[in-house]
């Protein structure tokens, strides 16, 4: 009878071991799956596609360029180990061997002239060709397979904060042969993430490159769906769906700071929100419209209304981070009597009706209702119509609108960056510049600032295009951006960044 119970005994054990093996191993088999909460979807995984930062904070899990920005907004290694300039125009870059694309081609120089001259070709059109418009392309050097010289067309002081950008993300040359104009959808880079499906319209997955030349990442798989609403966002987060979630609303800032397993991220970013119009329709051609419109509104009330402690009143045609803003731009203090007496000497006594261009976004939403009440003293009558992101930014950038609201992040914290894409005449259009402003003394400042390498001239520069776009009403500044950003207490390593690129190469599941 003993002997009997021992027996039965020992195959319990003998199975219980069994089956606590195999939960065991199948918790580590089980994927480390990340989801992030997008603010939209990507409109292509293309980067030389895209120029809008839901696009590029996806790309830049899957790309890398030959420097990278640091969290401090300083430039590290990345494509390439280092680099020497060779005078004041050129900079040879040492290549890392053995870098591998997700693909298995091998990385060489080779692949970054390519990348280059492909964002660089008019007939391409790049919307981010203006970002290495300095490069004089025709005459970049490959030395060998892991050194280049880049030269640019005159001294240019912040190259390699150019080279950190987005745009300049290097691709494989071998998978855009393949793949022509589809590549978009079949993306190929060296980065810790590589795609393996991405549901447009609802998200993008990617999975860890067991190959990359930094180390695997942290987590198996990083999924990034498209969540427009902002309160969706923060019920994911709260609920589980997702583990981060950027651009946490207003409403929602107490709810995730107070909630027991949440983090509260809330830092200052290098963007600026604005209203824009269409320069070259009518009635906003005419400089006392703008100007009106620019009296009409009361930005202290505008940001208590909408912002609160996601922004603060726009002082300047910069966000107040960057190193050139000016203080002394003039600012259009609210004055309605003033704002009706340039409606009057414009024709436009009984006012006008107009429309407001929005993206599907809640706090754009409360920002176009807030300047349609303001407007309203003025007579102006505004409609507001809402475009879901992809459509916002094909109507935007043919010039298919009205009165328009967004934002401008100058992730490099250069001013060449916070202005030439927005108000050079060369860029109208997608490429940055969607008020279509045109000024030639403008483009010849920014053209200046652009190749200047003494830092004074180069504010003397900046300062005065800012003086002229404050003249001219080029659009109006309404807030300085404070991001926020939603996580979950399982993830460990976030660190976020004043870019809004937040890196996930690092960061672990708990």
């Known amino acids: 009878m003993k002997k009997a119970g021992f027996a039965v005994l020992t195959v319990l054990l003998i199975v219980g071991l069994i089956f606590t093996a195999g939960l065991e191993n199948s918790e580590a088999q089980s994927p480390k799956r990340l989801?992030?909460?997008?603010?939209?979807?990507?409109?292509?995984?293309?980067?030389?596609?895209?120029?809008?930062?839901?696009?590029?904070?996806?790309?830049?899990?899957?790309?890398?360029?030959?420097?990278?920005?640091?969290?401090?907004?300083?430039?590290?290694?990345?494509?390439?180990?280092?680099?020497?300039?060779?005078?004041?125009?050129?900079?040879?870059?040492?290549?890392?061997e053995g870098v591998k694309f997700h693909n298995g081609d091998e990385f060489t120089a080779h692949d970054v002239k390519f990348s280059y001259e492909r964002l660089l070709d008019p007939e391409f059109g790049s919307p981010g060709a203006s970002r290495l418009a300095m490069v004089d392309i025709d005459n970049v050097e490959i030395i060998d397979d892991y050194t280049i010289r880049i030269p640019t067309k005159e001294p240019f002081a912040a190259i390699l904060t150019y080279l950190a950008h987005s745009a300049s993300l290097i691709i494989s040359q071998s998978a855009v042969e393949e793949y022509g104009a589809d590549f978009g959808e079949n993306p190929v880079g060296t980065g810790p993430f590589m795609l393996k499906e991405w549901r447009q319209g609802d998200q993008v997955e990617l999975v860890k490159f067991d190959d990359y030349w930094g180390g695997a990442a942290q987590i198996?798989?990083?999924?990034?769906?498209?969540?427009?609403?902002?309160?969706?966002?923060?019920?994911?987060?709260?609920?589980?769906?997702?583990?981060?979630?950027?651009?946490?609303?207003?409403?929602?800032?107490?709810?995730?700071?107070e909630h027991p397993n949440l983090t509260l991220h809330l830092y200052e970013a290098l963007r600026i929100n604005y209203?824009?119009?269409?320069?070259?329709?009518?009635?906003?051609?005419?400089l006392r419209v703008?100007?009106?419109?620019?009296?009409?509104?009361?930005?202290?009330?505008?940001?208590?209304?909408?912002?609160?402690?996601?922004?603060?009143?726009?002082?300047?045609?910069?966000?107040?981070?960057?190193?050139?803003?000016?203080?002394?731009?003039?600012?259009?203090?609210?004055?309605?009597?003033?704002?009706?007496?340039?409606?009057?000497?414009?024709?436009?006594?009984?006012?006008?009706s107009t429309s407001i261009a929005i993206n599907d976004d809640d706090t754009r939403r409360a920002l176009a209702e807030v300047v349609s009440y303001q407007l309203e003293q003025i007579n102006i009558d505004c409609s507001i119509e809402v475009y879901e992101w992809g459509a916002y930014l094909d109507l935007t950038g043919r010039g298919d609108h009205e009165i328009y609201m967004l934002a401008w992040l100058a992730s490099p914290g250069d001013p060449h960056h916070a202005m030439h894409p927005l108000f050079h005449s060369s860029n109208k259009g997608s490429a940055g510049n969607r008020q279509f402003f045109d000024n030639p003394r403008v483009d010849e400042l920014l053209e200046k600032g652009m190749v200047e390498t003494d830092m004074d001239q180069r504010m003397a520069f900046y300062h005065e295009a800012q003086q002229i776009l404050s003249e001219e009403v080029a659009w109006i500044p309404l807030a300085d951006d404070r991001e926020a950003v939603g996580v979950h207490e399982s993830v460990t390593n976030f660190v976020p960044c004043p870019s809004g690129y937040h890196m996930f190469h690092e960061v672990g599941l708990d």
């Not at 980067?47 to 401090?72: C, H, K």
């Not at 997702?242 to 409403?251: E, L, N, P, Y």
């Not at 620019?294 to 209304?305: F, G, K, S, T």
């Open 35 to 96: 989801v992030v909460a997008n603010f939209a979807d990507a409109n292509s995984l293309d980067p030389q596609m895209v120029s809008d930062t839901a696009s590029f904070w996806i790309q830049n899990q899957m790309y890398e360029g030959l420097v990278r920005r640091t969290p401090d907004m300083g430039v590290q290694p990345a494509l390439a180990k280092d680099w020497e300039f060779i005078d004041d125009r050129t900079v040879e870059f040492y290549l890392r």
């Open 290 to 352: 703008r100007q009106a419109l620019a009296y009409a509104l009361d930005h202290a009330e505008i940001v208590q209304a909408v912002y609160g402690p996601l922004g603060g009143p726009a002082t300047g045609y910069l966000n107040s981070n960057i190193w050139a803003f000016n203080p002394d731009t003039y600012l259009y203090d609210r004055d309605v009597d003033r704002a009706r007496e340039l409606m009057a000497e414009a024709g436009y006594a009984d006012g006008f």
């Open 220 to 257: 198996d798989e990083l999924v990034f769906r498209a969540i427009p609403e902002g309160t969706s966002r923060t019920i994911e987060l709260e609920t589980g769906g997702v583990q981060v979630s950027r651009g946490i609303a207003r409403v929602d800032l107490d709810r995730v700071d």
């Open 275 to 286: 209203m824009g119009f269409n320069h070259e329709a009518e009635p906003f051609n005419d």
